[in-house]
């Protein structure tokens, strides 16, 4: 499993940000109320800044944050090619991230308005929703998909040694294909974990079509989104998904795979990839 030999203390960032910090309170066990110092997962807010106009500010777990603000102009259609992105410099003193981009005035009018991108769950905001859907993924070569491969593949997700195995505090996405887990992020909501595995995959040029990609948190109507702009064929969870998720995944091609537990799963199947049952059918 290829993942990031970072410290789920620092940021690995241009300056190191500490990602867990410890709060005195009290924990109950056994019939008795004792002081205890519980780690928390850090939350920082970050302004982001397009060829020098405000866009909006997001709160999230201060790690790899080029991925992250990458991968949610990505997510929005307003970076289509690599070549668009000019510049991105992330100045952690000032929590700003400023972006230089070459795109069309009608793409980058999409996010000229400020707002404020929370960490919860609830998705905080997304300029748009049914016009972010490819309305076709389909490829000549369908990619054919183990069920053996989606149950590792989630297994290495689950049991990554990252900022929740301290925290229980965070999400996690991850891309993969057959064999392994390519690259693993997270943050405080799933959102924006999702955001930098596309961010990940939009800065290191890697072809998205035949890769899974996978998350601990529900797959939203915004998740499915983020997985279509990025024209990934099939979004995997250990949760649910909500219905607008599934018919949306519909329209664009998208094989939808949830309740990844105990050799068990829910698909819903729309022409993104050929699933293999290569298990052991017997009782």
């Known amino acids: 499993m290829a993942v990031d030999n970072q410290s789920p203390l620092s940021s690995g960032g241009q300056v190191s940000e500490k990602l867990i910090i410890e ?10 109320l004792y002081p205890k110092s519980i780690p928390l997962a850090r939350e920082l807010p970050y302004t982001l ?14 790690t790899h944050l080029e991925e992250l603000f990458v991968g949610f102009l990505v997510a929005e259609g307003v970076l289509i090619n690599k070549s668009e992105l000019k510049e991105v410099h992330v100045d952690n003193p000032s929590r700003i991230v400023r972006m230089e981009i070459d795109a069309p005035s009608e793409r980058l009018g999409v996010v000229h308005k400020k707002g404020m991108l929370t960490s919860g769950c609830a998705g905080g905001m997304v300029f748009s929703v049914q016009s972010s859907i490819h309305k076709s993924l389909k490829q000549i070569d369908i990619t054919r998909v183990k069920i053996s491969s989606v149950l590792e593949r989630m297994k290495e997700l689950d049991t990554f040694t990252g900022t929740y195995r ?16 390519i690259r693993i992020r997270e943050d405080l909501g ?20 035949d890769k899974m990609i996978l998350t ?8 499915l989104i983020k997985a279509s702009r990025s024209a990934f064929p099939i979004v995997i969870s250990r949760s ?32 993104g990839v050929d699933l293999i049952n290569d298990m052991d059918q017997s009782e």
């Open 240 to 271: 649910s998904a909500s219905s607008m998720a599934v018919a949306m995944a519909q329209q664009a091609n998208i094989d939808i795979i949830t309740y990844v537990r105990a050799g068990r799963f829910n698909y819903f199947s729309n022409g």
């Open 216 to 223: 601990t948190g529900r797959i939203t109507s915004e998740v």
């Open 190 to 209: 799933r959102h924006s974990a999702v955001d930098k595995i596309a961010g990940w995959c939009f800065l290191n040029d890697i072809k998205t079509t």
């Open 23 to 32: 709060i005195n309170g009290y924990h109950f066990s056994k019939g008795c």
């Open 49 to 62: 800044f397009v060829n020098d106009t405000e866009i909006l500010s997001i709160s999230t777990l201060p």
């Open 166 to 181: 301290v925290t229980k505090g965070v999400h996690a996405a991850s891309v993969a294909n057959q064999e392994s887990t």
